[in-house]
């Protein structure tokens, strides 16, 4: 079994047509890049249908179902593995994107940078703030506790950054 294993695989590369080829290469590589940066879905859908045209490419030129699904089955390992990567090393990030996205939804008739407000929640790079009467989650490499002064540094898209400020007392 390993040994016919072995031989589908070495078919399937040494026949691989370097069309087929960049264009599934080109298309996990978008689906990677939506993985740790979100752009709403354009790099992941962009890169699926680079990759479906890719392996369908492969088929036709190839015309085996045992490759299809081969190449399928790698191709999903290769996604499973970039993902686990991703989890470890940028886990907060992804968790809160959703959460990200609110911010885009408020209207701001206003600059947000500069705006002074409190921490609702104890950072650990990232938490939620209340700023001029907004509710917002932002992002901070300071460690700010729940209740401290902070101001809005940066606004970069929907992501808000801010820096602890010790609260005057008037």
Known sequence: ?????????????????????????????????????????VASFCGALLSVAGITLEIICDGTEGTFFLAVELYSLALYVVHIIMLRFCKRDWLMQSAYLNVSHVEVDRPLV????????????????????LHLFAASDEDIKAGDGIRITKVVGDKVFVAGESLKKD
């Open 1 to 41: 079994m390993i040994s016919a294993l072995h031989n589908e695989i070495s078919r399937l590369f040494s026949d691989l047509s370097l069309v087929a080829a960049l264009m599934a290469a080109a298309g996990f590589c978008l689906i990677a890049v939506e993985l740790f940066q979100s752009t709403r879905s």
């Open 114 to 133: 500069g705006l002074t407000g409190v921490a609702e929640t104890d950072f650990d790079g990232f938490g939620r703030i209340m700023a001029d009467g």
